[in-house]
């Protein structure tokens, strides 16, 4: 079925046209219905299948009739990086429409989101830490809000979140659509959805094999100390020529980048104690290929959107 076979306003059908997109992944076609009925949504799809744009396109398209100047819609995310790439799908989807939307998150000044919550965006995309800290001022009410989405919720559950997820869920209308969104579907998360959603629709896209065939895996045992000698001697082979490099720590991420800094190596180092704009320039350099490697900690890996990676190398055996 192609975009338009779910009745979508035709100024929504010219930006995903715009942007390449010819017909629904499995996720939207089973999420997109639902969600555009005004159903709660309880869905389970991995990153990169497409989820951003199933809960999207119905928030655009339910709120194409509103008045302007109420916030309507919140989407909830663990991480700045994800909330800057859901804000920018958003305004390339609303492109040809009036619907406006703002990312709320920290490591950048609160007066532009102030200003997001006082004017009324139609959608706000944010994190938790940041959000709440918004909700302690008066100008941060969201009493119009009509859709909830909770974005990545086990990485959200990872990362500790819960409590304010609960407090955050609690500051809101209690008459809402809510939708949530998960790569995974623990015991925990099972727990959640049955507090915030109320009679979901279950949706699961789940993958045949949990290895993409294409991609290749390869394991290198190497004793701890000989770990930074052999990553330079990976990188020595021009054939991976944009890479991620993760690491379970901002210091290891840090040491890691200043190790192939002092090998010639163009790299830069992205995690929670950068500043939010040198975040963002790394991605910007990294994607626009002005740097070969990008250094990062994996708790920012379902961030980072750059197509054409070569090769993503785990430093340290991932957490998750």
Do not use: C, W
Request: glycine share 6%; aromatic share 4%; net charge positive.
């Amino acid at each position: 079925m192609p975009f338009s076979g779910f009745g979508l306003h035709p100024d929504l059908l010219r930006g995903i046209k715009e942007l390449g997109f010819t017909r629904p992944t499995p996720i939207q076609t089973d999420a997109i219905p639902p969600a555009l009925a005004g159903k709660d949504v309880l869905a389970a799809a991995a990153t990169g299948s497409g989820k951003t744009a199933a809960f999207l396109l119905p928030i655009l398209h339910r709120l194409m009739p509103k008045k302007r100047g109420t916030t309507r819609a919140l989407i909830i995310t663990p991480t700045r990086e994800l909330a800057a790439q859901i804000d920018e799908h958003l305004r390339d989807l609303a492109v040809h429409t009036p619907i406006s939307g703002a990312a709320v998150f920290g490591g950048v000044g609160m007066g532009p989101q102030e200003h997001a919550f006082r004017s009324g965006v139609d959608v706000l995309v944010a994190t938790p830490g940041r959000l709440l800290d918004h909700f302690q001022r008066p100008y941060a009410k969201l009493d119009g809000l009509e859709i909830l989405v909770l974005d990545e919720a086990d990485r959200m559950l990872d990362r500790g979140f819960v409590r304010d997820m609960r407090r955050i869920v609690a500051m809101l209308p209690a008459k809402r659509q809510s939708l949530l969104f998960s790569a995974t579907m623990p015991a925990e998360i099972a727990r959640i959805a049955a507090e915030f959603l109320k009679s979901p629709e279950r949706v699961s896209i789940r993958p045949e094999v949990v290895t993409i065939e294409i991609v290749d895996q390869e394991v290198i045992h190497v004793d701890a100390a000989a770990k930074p000698d052999m990553l330079t001697h990976l990188l020595s082979d021009e054939s991976l020529s944009r890479v991620i490099v993760f690491t379970r720590t901002k210091h290891g991420a840090d040491k890691v980048k200043k190790r192939l800094a002092a090998d010639g190596v163009s790299v830069l180092a992205i995690h929670g104690n950068k500043s939010q704009s040198n975040r963002q320039t790394a991605i910007r350099r990294f994607r626009e290929g002005a740097i070969r490697v990008l250094v990062a900690t994996d708790v920012a890996a379902r961030g980072i959107d750059v197509a054409d990676i070569s090769h993503v190398i785990n430093y340290d055996i991932p957490n998750i």
